[in-house]
């Protein structure tokens, strides 16, 4: 059974451009739990990566109809905005405290 290593990885961020986190190496992992955990760490990079996409892209959206000033749009979107964060920052992909902190910023700039 081929064995995978983690390839671009700079401060523990893996690199988002590359496609192929995961490459065949010729070191196998000692044990087999560690070759399921390699998989498993493998899945959970991706589904981690969509998330973090997903939470950035909704801070942009909110961000843009904030500029736009649209008030009928901010309000539809803003429960959809931070139900968007907390499922995130439940998920641990963002702490938090960072959600928390994102959604209020945001909701101080509707107010004004």
């Known amino acids: 059974m081929p064995a995978f290593i983690a390839i671009d990885v700079k401060n523990k961020k ?13 070191f196998m992992p000692n044990t087999k739990s560690a070759i399921r955990r390699v998989r498993r ?4 990079t991706s589904v ?6 997903r939470y950035r892209a909704a801070i942009k959206e909110m961000e843009n109809i904030i500029k736009s000033g649209k008030k ?4 539809s979107f803003f429960p959809k905005f931070q139900s968007i964060l907390m499922q995130v920052a ?4 963002v702490n938090k405290k960072t959600a928390s902190r994102k959604i209020s910023k945001i909701s101080k700039k509707i107010s004004k």
């Open 14 to 26: 893996v690199d988002p451009y590359i496609v192929a986190i995961y490459t065949k190496c010729k």
């Open 41 to 44: 760490v493998k899945k959970q």
């Open 48 to 53: 981690n990566r969509l998330r973090k996409s």
């Open 72 to 75: 009928d749009e901010i309000k």
């Open 90 to 93: 439940k998920s641990g992909v």
